[in-house]
């Protein structure tokens, strides 16, 4: 399942004021204004109060008399909702937030894999090809290669053909749409094409273990990736803000 930004007013709102609350700008407890919002993004009252009831049904806000609308605690929030996960990635995601991604990946993907080895179909293994061919293809195009790394990922775990394992495709998307765009938008990644290759590889040929090692190589590689990325900010983080010794 891939998402998009909604689009229209209404969309907008949501986006907008979802992302704020995601963000931190209104803290749980705090009481929100309408009339604020109103004002601040140019809309309606109809128009914030319809994307306030999408907000509340995603666990974000809810409504009470004598005291209006406020913001829900954390655990309250529908975190796997694709949205949510789309917001908390689309800034600057925390540690911790990309911790618990890269951990979800590594309990459901080997699963789906080593159920994909012993269901796959032909039409599995041709989504499977088209989006590694498309990996291939995208060469320094990093939005390209993004869609076509989410579209192989996507096909295996289709592959497993089982209803609920699918249904966490939108973590597994949110959790490598962050890595692929932090990753390949730095340009400083490992060549994935052979290790997912290994991974169809194993698909086809039915081997569940050999499916299993190779998803476990490319999430330690993906993982490995991340890390370079990161600590190379953090030293150029590190760098920008050292003041030069004075001269004498």
């Given at each position: 399942m891939?998402?998009?930004?909604?689009?229209?007013?209404?969309?907008?709102?949501?986006?907008e004021?979802?992302?704020?609350?995601?963000?931190?700008?209104?803290?749980?407890?705090?009481?929100?204004?309408?009339?604020?919002?109103?004002t601040?993004?140019?809309?309606?009252?109809?128009?914030v109060?319809?994307?306030?009831?999408v907000?509340?049904?995603?666990?974000?806000?809810?409504s009470?008399?004598k005291?209006?609308?406020?913001?829900?605690?954390?655990?309250?929030?529908?975190?796997?909702?694709?949205?949510?996960?789309?917001?908390?990635?689309?800034?600057?995601?925390?540690?911790?937030?990309?911790?618990?991604?890269?951990?979800?990946?590594?309990?459901?993907?080997?699963?789906?894999?080593?159920?994909?080895?012993?269901?796959?179909?032909?039409?599995?293994?041709?989504?499977?090809?088209?989006?590694?061919?498309?990996?291939?293809?995208?060469?320094?195009?990093?939005?390209a290669?993004?869609?076509?790394?989410?579209?192989?990922?996507?096909?295996?775990?289709?592959?497993?053909?089982?209803?609920l394992l699918?249904?966490?495709?939108?973590?597994?998307?949110?959790?490598?749409?962050?890595?692929d765009?932090?990753?390949?938008?730095?340009?400083?990644?490992?060549?994935?094409?052979?290790?997912?290759?290994?991974?169809l590889?194993?698909?086809?040929?039915?081997?569940?273990?050999?499916?299993?090692?190779?998803?476990?190589?490319?999430?330690?590689?993906?993982?490995?990736?991340?890390?370079?990325?990161?600590?190379r900010?953090?030293?150029?983080?590190v760098?920008?803000?050292?003041?030069?010794?004075?001269?004498?």
């Amino acid at each position: 399942m891939v998402t998009h930004p909604p689009k229209g007013l209404h969309g907008q709102a949501v986006e907008e004021l979802g992302r704020r609350i995601i963000r931190g700008d209104y803290p749980p407890g705090s009481v929100v204004d309408p009339v604020r919002f109103e004002t601040e993004l140019g809309v309606s009252k109809t128009v914030v109060r319809e994307a306030m009831r999408v907000l509340a049904s995603k666990g974000l806000l809810e409504s009470k008399q004598k005291r209006g609308t406020t913001i829900r605690p954390r655990a309250d929030w529908n975190l796997l909702d694709s949205d949510l996960l789309r917001w908390q990635g689309s800034s600057a995601p925390t540690d911790g937030f990309l911790e618990d991604l890269a951990e979800v990946r590594a309990i459901v993907e080997p699963a789906g894999a080593r159920l994909a080895a012993t269901r796959r179909t032909s039409s599995d293994l041709d989504a499977m090809r088209q989006a590694l061919d498309a990996m291939a293809a995208a060469g320094a195009d990093a939005d390209a290669m993004v869609e076509a790394d989410l579209a192989f990922h996507r096909a295996l775990l289709e592959s497993a053909h089982n209803e609920l394992l699918s249904r966490m495709e939108v973590v597994i998307e949110a959790g490598l749409r962050i890595r692929d765009r932090i990753v390949h938008g730095a340009r400083h990644f490992s060549d994935s094409i052979p290790v997912h290759q290994e991974l169809l590889d194993a698909v086809e040929a039915g081997d569940p273990d050999a499916a299993v090692a190779a998803v476990e190589s490319l999430l330690a590689q993906a993982s490995d990736d991340l890390a370079a990325v990161r600590a190379r900010d953090d030293h150029e983080d590190v760098a920008t803000h050292t003041l030069p010794k004075e001269l004498p």
